[in-house]
């Protein structure tokens, strides 16, 4: 699987590197992540208890609307957020959070990305460029 590439639709933000945690599930700022501890807090998420800080979060869908501009933000200047978000599936309202975090974020995959990508892999994103892409580094 090492040196695997998938090719996104979309990406935004610069590059980022790190541990995949990787889940068939969705994403809310608001209300899947305790942002203080910096853990999925949501009891009926795939991820529940988890750390995302420092992650790249691999997963199907996003959720939520504009709160999470501002929490993505918050999370990214007091250092407990996530390195990077791939998904599957994004709203439109995503990219402008994104835009506003000066977040990276990939999405829209030809195939299910959280079934290609290996939990606990290394790996990189990369949003910029004509073939945004997450990479398997190992």
Known sequence: MSGAIFHAHSG?????????????????A????????GVFSRAEHKLAGQSYV????VL???KGGVATAWMLHEMKASGVGPAALVLNAVNPIMF????????????????DITAAIPNGALVEVEPTGARPYIRVLR
């Open 30 to 37: 608001r209300y899947d992540l305790d942002r203080l501890r």
């Open 96 to 111: 402008q959070v994104a835009a506003f975090a000066d977040f990276t974020m990939i999405s829209g995959f030809e195939i």
């Open 54 to 57: 420092g992650r790249v979060l």
């Open 60 to 62: 199907d869908a996003a």
């Open 12 to 28: 935004m933000g610069g590059k980022a590197r790190g541990e995949a945690l990787v889940a068939k599930d969705g994403f809310s």
